[in-house]
């Protein structure tokens, strides 16, 4: 962008001389007294520049010294608005991010109760296991023993 303006601001001031090589005539008569006297030192083949020429340059450029620094400051207003509207972005992703980031703890954690429970009634369950073999043990045994008892009575009678 900055390229563009110091491009704009040469092309600026070579019209602006360009202009100025060049007088407009009415009726083929010079506008004012002192371009009559540059039209004249012209013609002597005196190529005197113009007494008017370097003021008229200096107004050019202390008009286009602040529309440029306008431009740059405008540029750079675009600027820190985006980067302003980058950094809001950014802050709401974040703030997003934190609420979902509870929330998955809030699930992990309800997780972790939930399979230490399951542990708890696996546990729970193997303790009942072991009591049913241990009884189901004891109770062949017992049948064993009723079986033996019912046999000797059956040889007895």
Known sequence: MRVWLIVAFIALISSAGAQETQQPATNGQPEAASDQSTAAA???????????YAERFLTAVERIEPAIRELIAEEDKVTADAERERDDADLRAQQSMAVWAFWM???????VVLTGVGVVLIWR???????????AGAAVLEAKNATKAAQDAVDVT
């Open 42 to 52: 012209a013609r002597d083949g005196n190529p005197a520049p113009e007494p008017g």
């Open 105 to 111: 703890f809030v699930a992990s954690a309800l997780s």
């Open 125 to 135: 369950t193997l303790l009942h296991t072991r009591d049913a073999a241990i009884h």
